[in-house]
T-cell receptor, first 108, second 113 residues
Protein backbone atom coordinates (compact mmCIF):
# COMPACT_ATOMS: atom_id res chain seq x y z
CA UNK A 1 0.00 0.00 0.00
CA UNK A 2 1.38 3.37 -1.00
CA UNK A 3 1.95 5.63 1.99
CA UNK A 4 1.41 9.34 1.41
CA UNK A 5 2.98 12.34 3.09
CA UNK A 6 1.49 15.83 2.93
CA UNK A 7 2.17 19.06 4.82
CA UNK A 8 -0.02 19.29 7.88
CA UNK A 9 -1.17 22.82 7.18
CA UNK A 10 -0.81 25.76 4.79
CA UNK A 11 -1.94 29.36 4.81
CA UNK A 12 -2.71 31.49 1.78
CA UNK A 13 -4.21 34.86 0.96
CA UNK A 14 -7.29 35.18 -1.18
CA UNK A 15 -6.60 35.36 -4.90
CA UNK A 16 -3.32 33.46 -4.72
CA UNK A 17 -2.55 30.14 -6.37
CA UNK A 18 -2.03 27.35 -3.86
CA UNK A 19 0.04 24.26 -4.51
CA UNK A 20 -0.19 21.27 -2.16
CA UNK A 21 2.34 18.50 -2.72
CA UNK A 22 1.90 14.88 -1.75
CA UNK A 23 4.81 12.43 -1.59
CA UNK A 24 4.20 8.79 -2.43
CA UNK A 25 7.59 7.16 -2.96
CA UNK A 26 6.33 3.57 -3.16
CA UNK A 27 3.51 4.14 -5.61
CA UNK A 28 2.64 1.03 -7.61
CA UNK A 29 2.28 0.78 -11.36
CA UNK A 30 -1.51 0.49 -11.25
CA UNK A 31 -2.07 3.18 -8.59
CA UNK A 32 -4.03 6.30 -9.43
CA UNK A 33 -3.65 9.57 -7.53
CA UNK A 34 -6.86 11.09 -6.23
CA UNK A 35 -7.47 14.27 -4.25
CA UNK A 36 -10.38 15.05 -1.96
CA UNK A 37 -11.60 18.20 -0.23
CA UNK A 38 -13.31 18.14 3.15
CA UNK A 39 -15.17 20.98 4.83
CA UNK A 40 -15.97 20.86 8.56
CA UNK A 41 -18.90 18.60 9.43
CA UNK A 42 -19.06 17.18 5.89
CA UNK A 43 -17.81 14.11 4.14
CA UNK A 44 -14.83 14.39 1.78
CA UNK A 45 -15.60 15.40 -1.79
CA UNK A 46 -13.74 14.15 -4.88
CA UNK A 47 -11.77 16.92 -6.60
CA UNK A 48 -9.50 15.41 -9.22
CA UNK A 49 -7.73 12.23 -10.25
CA UNK A 50 -4.75 11.46 -12.44
CA UNK A 51 -2.25 8.81 -13.41
CA UNK A 52 0.58 10.81 -15.00
CA UNK A 53 1.45 14.24 -16.43
CA UNK A 54 -1.21 16.90 -15.95
CA UNK A 55 -4.94 16.82 -15.42
CA UNK A 56 -7.16 19.89 -15.23
CA UNK A 57 -10.82 20.35 -14.46
CA UNK A 58 -13.01 23.27 -13.47
CA UNK A 59 -11.83 23.13 -9.85
CA UNK A 60 -8.12 22.32 -9.88
CA UNK A 61 -5.09 21.00 -11.71
CA UNK A 62 -3.04 17.98 -10.82
CA UNK A 63 0.62 17.74 -11.77
CA UNK A 64 2.36 14.37 -11.70
CA UNK A 65 6.05 14.07 -12.64
CA UNK A 66 7.36 11.24 -14.77
CA UNK A 67 8.56 9.15 -11.80
CA UNK A 68 5.11 9.52 -10.14
CA UNK A 69 6.69 9.64 -6.69
CA UNK A 70 4.87 12.86 -5.88
CA UNK A 71 1.94 14.89 -7.08
CA UNK A 72 0.88 18.51 -6.72
CA UNK A 73 -2.67 19.77 -6.40
CA UNK A 74 -2.94 23.32 -7.71
CA UNK A 75 -5.86 25.55 -6.75
CA UNK A 76 -6.00 28.73 -8.84
CA UNK A 77 -6.94 32.02 -7.16
CA UNK A 78 -8.24 30.63 -3.91
CA UNK A 79 -11.12 32.22 -2.02
CA UNK A 80 -12.22 31.99 1.60
CA UNK A 81 -14.53 29.13 0.65
CA UNK A 82 -11.53 26.99 -0.29
CA UNK A 83 -10.59 26.75 3.39
CA UNK A 84 -10.73 22.99 3.98
CA UNK A 85 -8.68 19.86 4.52
CA UNK A 86 -7.26 18.31 1.36
CA UNK A 87 -6.45 14.61 1.18
CA UNK A 88 -4.21 12.81 -1.26
CA UNK A 89 -5.12 9.18 -1.92
CA UNK A 90 -2.90 6.79 -3.81
CA UNK A 91 -4.50 3.47 -4.57
CA UNK A 92 -5.06 0.96 -7.26
CA UNK A 93 -6.46 -1.82 -5.20
CA UNK A 94 -8.38 -2.09 -1.99
CA UNK A 95 -8.15 -1.38 0.89
CA UNK A 96 -7.83 2.38 0.45
CA UNK A 97 -5.47 4.25 2.75
CA UNK A 98 -5.87 8.00 3.11
CA UNK A 99 -3.12 10.25 4.40
CA UNK A 100 -3.64 12.70 7.25
CA UNK A 101 -4.51 15.58 4.97
CA UNK A 102 -3.41 19.20 4.61
CA UNK A 103 -5.40 21.89 6.35
CA UNK A 104 -5.55 24.92 4.05
CA UNK A 105 -6.53 28.23 5.60
CA UNK A 106 -7.34 31.07 3.22
CA UNK A 107 -6.98 34.52 4.70
CA UNK A 108 -8.77 37.65 3.44
CA UNK B 1 -30.25 13.39 -6.51
CA UNK B 2 -27.29 11.02 -6.28
CA UNK B 3 -26.34 10.57 -2.68
CA UNK B 4 -25.06 8.42 0.15
CA UNK B 5 -27.33 8.58 3.18
CA UNK B 6 -26.14 7.75 6.68
CA UNK B 7 -28.25 7.54 9.80
CA UNK B 8 -28.21 8.68 12.47
CA UNK B 9 -26.24 11.92 12.17
CA UNK B 10 -25.41 11.92 15.89
CA UNK B 11 -25.48 9.05 18.35
CA UNK B 12 -24.65 8.87 22.04
CA UNK B 13 -24.59 5.44 23.63
CA UNK B 14 -23.09 3.54 26.53
CA UNK B 15 -20.39 0.91 26.60
CA UNK B 16 -21.60 -2.51 25.52
CA UNK B 17 -24.93 -1.51 24.00
CA UNK B 18 -25.12 -2.85 20.45
CA UNK B 19 -25.76 -0.31 17.75
CA UNK B 20 -26.10 -0.11 13.99
CA UNK B 21 -25.29 2.82 11.72
CA UNK B 22 -27.11 2.56 8.42
CA UNK B 23 -25.75 3.53 5.01
CA UNK B 24 -27.65 3.60 1.75
CA UNK B 25 -26.69 4.76 -1.75
CA UNK B 26 -28.92 5.38 -4.78
CA UNK B 27 -26.25 5.27 -7.50
CA UNK B 28 -26.19 1.50 -8.05
CA UNK B 29 -22.55 1.46 -6.95
CA UNK B 30 -20.83 -1.87 -6.47
CA UNK B 31 -18.18 -0.65 -4.02
CA UNK B 32 -19.07 0.57 -0.53
CA UNK B 33 -16.87 1.25 2.47
CA UNK B 34 -16.77 2.61 6.00
CA UNK B 35 -14.21 5.00 7.51
CA UNK B 36 -13.56 6.52 10.85
CA UNK B 37 -12.00 9.93 11.27
CA UNK B 38 -10.14 10.93 14.39
CA UNK B 39 -8.20 14.15 15.08
CA UNK B 40 -4.63 13.89 13.81
CA UNK B 41 -5.19 10.47 12.25
CA UNK B 42 -7.09 11.33 9.08
CA UNK B 43 -9.46 8.83 7.48
CA UNK B 44 -8.98 5.17 8.20
CA UNK B 45 -10.88 2.45 6.42
CA UNK B 46 -12.80 -0.01 8.59
CA UNK B 47 -14.42 -2.39 6.12
CA UNK B 48 -15.22 -2.42 2.44
CA UNK B 49 -17.44 -4.38 0.09
CA UNK B 50 -16.91 -4.93 -3.61
CA UNK B 51 -20.41 -6.25 -4.18
CA UNK B 52 -23.34 -8.04 -2.55
CA UNK B 53 -22.26 -10.69 -0.04
CA UNK B 54 -18.59 -9.72 -0.48
CA UNK B 55 -16.94 -7.86 2.41
CA UNK B 56 -13.35 -7.47 3.55
CA UNK B 57 -11.36 -5.85 6.32
CA UNK B 58 -9.79 -2.46 5.94
CA UNK B 59 -7.15 -0.87 8.12
CA UNK B 60 -8.99 -0.85 11.46
CA UNK B 61 -11.70 -3.57 11.50
CA UNK B 62 -11.44 -4.63 15.16
CA UNK B 63 -14.72 -4.16 17.05
CA UNK B 64 -16.83 -3.69 13.93
CA UNK B 65 -19.00 -5.84 11.70
CA UNK B 66 -20.65 -5.15 8.38
CA UNK B 67 -23.06 -6.89 6.04
CA UNK B 68 -23.95 -6.41 2.39
CA UNK B 69 -27.20 -8.24 1.72
CA UNK B 70 -28.40 -5.69 -0.82
CA UNK B 71 -26.44 -3.59 -3.26
CA UNK B 72 -27.68 -0.27 -1.92
CA UNK B 73 -27.20 -0.87 1.82
CA UNK B 74 -24.06 -1.36 3.89
CA UNK B 75 -24.73 -1.11 7.64
CA UNK B 76 -21.96 -0.80 10.21
CA UNK B 77 -22.54 -2.81 13.38
CA UNK B 78 -20.85 -2.30 16.73
CA UNK B 79 -21.71 -5.38 18.77
CA UNK B 80 -20.23 -4.09 22.02
CA UNK B 81 -19.14 -0.46 21.65
CA UNK B 82 -16.28 0.86 23.74
CA UNK B 83 -15.17 4.45 24.43
CA UNK B 84 -12.25 4.12 21.98
CA UNK B 85 -14.82 3.79 19.21
CA UNK B 86 -15.98 7.35 19.82
CA UNK B 87 -15.32 8.90 16.44
CA UNK B 88 -16.76 10.45 13.29
CA UNK B 89 -17.81 7.75 10.84
CA UNK B 90 -18.25 8.05 7.11
CA UNK B 91 -19.78 5.70 4.61
CA UNK B 92 -18.76 5.95 0.94
CA UNK B 93 -19.58 4.31 -2.36
CA UNK B 94 -18.20 4.19 -5.88
CA UNK B 95 -18.39 2.27 -9.11
CA UNK B 96 -16.23 -0.82 -9.25
CA UNK B 97 -13.25 -0.20 -11.51
CA UNK B 98 -13.33 3.44 -10.43
CA UNK B 99 -13.34 2.86 -6.71
CA UNK B 100 -10.98 5.69 -5.84
CA UNK B 101 -13.69 8.17 -6.89
CA UNK B 102 -15.71 7.88 -3.73
CA UNK B 103 -19.01 9.54 -2.86
CA UNK B 104 -19.18 10.13 0.88
CA UNK B 105 -22.12 10.44 3.23
CA UNK B 106 -22.46 13.34 5.67
CA UNK B 107 -21.07 11.40 8.59
CA UNK B 108 -22.21 9.99 11.91
CA UNK B 109 -20.73 11.41 15.09
CA UNK B 110 -20.67 8.59 17.64
CA UNK B 111 -19.96 9.03 21.32
CA UNK B 112 -19.58 5.95 23.51
CA UNK B 113 -19.74 6.75 27.23
Amino acid sequence: LAKTTQPISMDSYEGQEVNITCSHNNIATNDYITWYQQFPSQGPRFIIQGYKTKVTNEVASLFIPADRKSSTLSLPRVSLSDTAVYYCLVAGNTPLVFGKGTRLSVIA
Amino acid sequence: EAQVTQNPRYLITVTGKKLTVTCSQNMNHEYMSWYRQDPGLGLRQIYYSMNVEVTDKGDVPEGYKVSRKEKRNFPLILESPSPNQTSLYFCASSRWGDHEKLFFGSGTQLSVL
